[in-house]
Every structure is written in structure tokens, then in C-alpha cells.
């Protein structure tokens, strides 16, 4: 009686899996490490953080730089955190609101020019941000926006890349969800908001996200309409604790713990959306 060899094919899909595994540790290795760096060294000593060769373990273990961030009168980081928090939450919203109704009618509803408006604002996308920073500013000071909340949370608020996306998801939502929504006497608004949007949760929820991100991490257009050292976000407010002469490298990196947190913590929270709204919003064309 002969023992069966083992065949070639499974030692190369054991060696597959290992180069996949590795490859995921790498890349795993590589995004963590800043974070990890930047929480170490945000909980050293002043005096720890200036050492060389640097340490990886805190010696000692010191609260000074979040001490720091949140007794300074000069630079308020938890009254920039609040103002980045409302900004960026208002802005989602808009974005969500106006980005579902545009999406919506560009992908259901049947209208001569269609198709010109869609690739409109698609090619918006490829216009550089920079080059709209002069037109957006006169115009939020035209409306008197300038050093408000308003001239954060509402430019921007109509995202071409919000209708383009969730258009994508809604072409990919079966028609015949809404011709028997028809037939049971729904109009076009109810048809849109208690059958399509609540079908589309994941894609919403990734563009929510998305759009979070994007306004909490924008620095360039708050640094030309904010003045007022109490009217600041976080990203140009952060900015502020880099001395001319002095890096204190234990606050800069606690603020930027600071500012991670709440992005981690939603990322966390909706990552199940998120990669469902990314699968299926390229479904169909």
C-alpha cells in the first residue's frame, strides 16, 4: 500500500498565504508606527522628547504635553477642537442633503440635459481647490461670513464627488423597489427618502465620513477667513504651538493625538459601511 505525495499545488497556496500575510503585516507595521510614535512621544517630558538617539519607551511617564494643551489660555486647542467638531458635523450634514437630492435625480429621474449636467459636475473635480480660494472668498464676504462658523461648514457644502458617488449606489438599487413603491401610491419624495435612503445607509455613511475628514483636516481655506485665535480649528490652530526658536515636541504631538482621536474613533464605528458602501457604489455604470 503506497502513502499519497504531497502535491506541489498546496505547498504553493501555503506559500501564497504566507506572502499575503506578511505583505499585510508590513503594511500594517507602516501606518501604525507613526501613531504609535506620535502617542509615545506625546506622553514624554520635554526634556525626553529632545534626547538622541530618541527612546521608545516614555522615561518617565509624563502628562506634561496634554497638560499643556489644555491649560493654555493662549492657544484654546479644546475650544478649536469644538469648533473643528461642530464644523465638520454641520458640514456632513449639508454635504449628505445636498449630494442624496442631486444624486437622486441625476440617476432616477429622467430629464432632457441629463447627462450634460452629470459630466458638468464631474469635471468640476478636476478644477485644483486652490484656484477657487479668491471667487470663494469674496464671495463668503460679500454674505459676511468671514471669522464665522459659516464660512467653514457651508463652501464646499455641495460636493461633486458626494453626487457623483451616491449616484453610482443609486443605479445600483433594483428598479423595481420603486415601480412597486408606485404602485402602492408613493410619490417621487417618499419614494426618495422611506425606500431609497434607507437602502443606501452604507453609502451614506462612507460619504459622511469622507466628508468628516475632509473638513477636519482642512487647513489651507480656514487660515484666509479665520482671524479670531477663538474662532480657529484645529489643523491651523495646531499650527500655532510650533514656536519660532523652541519645537516642544510632547505638545504638538498631544494636540495631534487630539485630532486623531475623533477621526480613529468614526472610522472604528462605521467601517462595516464603509466598505459596503465602496463595493457597491461601482456596481454599475
Known amino acids: 500500500m503506497t502513502t499519497p505525495t504531497p502535491t506541489t499545488g498546496g505547498s504553493a497556496s501555503g506559500l501564497r498565504r504566507v506572502g499575503l500575510y506578511t505583505t499585510l503585516v508590513v503594511l500594517a507595521l507602516i501606518f ?31 502628562g506634561y504635553g496634554y497638560e499643556q494643551v489644555i491649560n493654555n489660555s493662549a492657544n484654546p486647542v479644546l475650544r478649536w477642537f469644538l469648533n473643528s467638531m461642530v464644523a465638520a458635523t454641520l458640514h456632513s450634514l449639508l454635504v449628505l442633503v445636498t449630494a ?4 437622486y435625480s441625476l440617476a432616477r429621474l429622467r430629464f432632457r440635459g441629463r447627462g450634460v449636467t452629470f459630466a458638468l459636475i464631474v469635471g468640476t473635480l ?7 480660494i479668491v471667487p470663494n472668498f469674496l464671495i463668503v464676504d460679500q454674505l459676511n461670513w ?43 419624495w417618499q419614494i426618495f427618502v422611506k425606500v431609497v435612503l434607507p437602502l443606501s445607509k452604507p ?42 526658536y523652541v519645537t516642544d515636541y510632547p505638545v504638538i504631538m498631544a494636540g495631534a493625538v487630539l485630532a486623531s482621536l475623533p477621526v480613529l474613533i468614526l ?3 462605521a467601517q462595516r459601511h464603509i466598505i459596503q458602501g465602496v463595493s457597491r457604489s461601482g456596481l454599475k455604470g
Open 126 to 132: 478636476f478644477i485644483p481647490p486652490t484656484s477657487l
Open 100 to 103: 442624496s437630492m442631486a444624486a
Open 32 to 62: 501604525l508606527v507613526p501613531l504609535l510614535w506620535m502617542v509615545i512621544t506625546s506622553l514624554k517630558t520635554y526634556t525626553a522628547a529632545q534626547q538622541i538617539p530618541p527612546s521608545w519607551l516614555p522615561n518617565p511617564l509624563a
Open 267 to 269: 472610522f472604528v464605528l
Open 146 to 188: 468671514i471669522d464665522t462658523l459659516a464660512v467653514i461648514v457651508v463652501p464646499g457644502a455641495a460636493s461633486a464627488f458626494g453626487v457623483f458617488f451616491l449616484r453610482q449606489f443609486f443605479l445600483s438599487l433594483p428598479d423595481e423597489l420603486e415601480e412597486a413603491a408606485t404602485l402602492d401610491g408613493a410619490n417621487q
Open 203 to 244: 453609502a451614506l455613511a462612507t460619504l459622511a465620513v469622507l466628508s468628516f475628514l475632509t473638513n477636519w483636516n482642512d487647513f489651507l481655506w480656514p487660515i484666509f477667513v479665520l482671524f479670531s485665535p477663538e474662532k480657529l480649528t484645529l489643523p491651523p490652530g495646531l499650527g500655532l504651538l510650533q514656536g519660532s
